[in-house]
Structures are given as C-alpha cells and as structure tokens.
Antibody, heavy 118, light 108 residues
Framework: QVQLVESGGGVVQPEKSMRLSCAAS????????LHWVRQAPGKGLEWVAA????????HYAESVKGRFTISRDNSKDTMSLQMDSLRADDTAVYYC???????????WGQGTLVTVSS | EVVMTQSPATLSVSPGERATLSCRAS??????LAWYQQKPGQAPRLLIY???TRATGIPARFSGSGSGTEFSLTISSLQSEDFAVYYC??????????FGGGTTVEIK
C-alpha cells in the first residue's frame, strides 16, 4: 500500500543542523502535496511545513520559519526538511504526511526522532 | 491562527459503551475538519475528513458530525483497539494547519 518512510533523525547539538528525508512508494509522488508534522515527547501534534505537488509553493509554521527549509525531488520520490539553528524545543518525532486534498492527511510515515541536546 | 480546543482531555469508558469527543474551533472552519487516532508508539491514522466522511477502512462505529465551530466524534460501541488518543485538525484556514490538544480515551 501507499508508504512514506522517514530517515535522518538522531541527536544533534543546539545551533547545529540536521536534514530529514521522506521516501515515498506505491503512489504517484508528483501528484501529491506533502507536509511535515512533529510531536514533542508526551505532547500533541504540531504542523511544521508543507510543499505543493510541484514544489512551487511552500509554507512554514512561525516557530520554524527562517530556520527550516522544505524541498522535494519528484525524480526520486523524496522530500526533505533541512533544519538549521536547532533548539531544544525542536526535539520531537517528525512525521511526513501525504496531503490528499487541501490539508488533511491520509498517509503518515512511522516518524523519526530528533533530539536537540548538548 | 485557528485555535482548536478538544474536550474532555481524558474520557474513561467501558468496552461496549458509547464515547463522544468534542472539538471546538475559535472561528468557523466550515466542514474542513479531520479526526485522527493515535496509539502509543504509532503514527496518527486518519479516521474522518470533511467533518463526517469516514476514511477508507474505518469501521462504521466511528462517526463524525458538526460544522462551523462545533464538531464531535462518536464511537458507538468501544472496542479494545479503540483506546487511544484522538486529535481533530482544521484545514479551512491555513497556514498554519492546526490540531486540537487531543482526547485520551481510556478504559474505565
């Protein structure tokens, strides 16, 4: 079935950078908008960023604007999240999710944990 | 930003009983509301979109209703696998997309 798989998480020091990837399979990747959603330990869901099907439109949460960059490569069926100037409050499980039509998510990856700590 | 408020924070229900979860938006989101279920250690799973349309493969015991600012998710007869955290999410006015804080449905 439709699948999204995140990678790239781990432990990183404050103010450093990290890049997450999301690999897609079993659907037409270039037809779908995609998002990143995160969940801090023991907390709720927080939307982070979105990218349109063709990569021309990008949106960010205020909490990450100017520090995170979302991108995609439709030739490789992958999406990425470049995270710079990381802070302790960026610690979370990061999920990629497929946007079916206008902002709701029918498919989620399993998540990748990012821990920002010295 | 549209603020989503879920109540109660925790709902204690016996298996076989009915559960009703509420979600309120700080401004009208029309019917542009989704519900997700999340179990420990798992990614969220889509239950409902368009406020009342069940996603593929979701059992009929799950139903959503409401429009504007008031929404509810009803589980008609709780099964053991339904004990989880439930989130509502609006997609009417974004960015940002916003989620409610979640309702934990626990075994009574």
């Amino acid at each position: 079935q439709v699948q999204l798989v995140e990678s790239g998480g781990g432990v990183v020091q404050p103010e450093k950078s990290m890049r997450l990837s999301c690999a897609a399979s079993r659907f037409t990747f270039s037809n779908s908008a995609l998002h990143w959603v995160r969940q801090a330990p023991g907390k709720g869901l927080e939307w982070v960023a979105a990218i349109s099907y063709d990569g021309t439109e990008k949106h960010y949460a205020e909490s990450v604007k100017g520090r995170f960059t979302i991108s995609r490569d439709n030739s490789k069926d992958t999406m990425s999240l470049q995270m710079d100037s990381l802070r302790a409050d960026d610690t979370a499980v990061y999920y990629c999710a497929r946007d079916v039509y206008g902002g709701w998510f029918d498919t989620w990856g399993q998540g990748t944990l990012v821990t920002v700590s010295s | 930003e549209v603020v989503m408020t879920q109540s109660p924070a925790t709902l204690s229900v016996s298996p076989g009983e009915r559960a009703t979860l509420s979600c309120r938006a700080s401004q009208s989101v029309s019917s542009n509301l989704a519900w997700y279920q999340q179990k420990p250690g798992q990614a969220p799973r889509l239950l409902i979109y368009g406020a009342s349309t069940r996603a593929t493969g979701i059992p009929a015991r799950f139903s959503g209703s409401g429009s504007g600012t008031e929404f509810s998710l009803t589980i008609s007869s709780l099964q053991s696998e339904d004990f989880a955290v439930y989130y509502c999410q609006q997609y009417d006015n974004w960015p940002p997309l916003t989620f409610g804080g979640g309702t934990t449905v626990e075994i009574k």
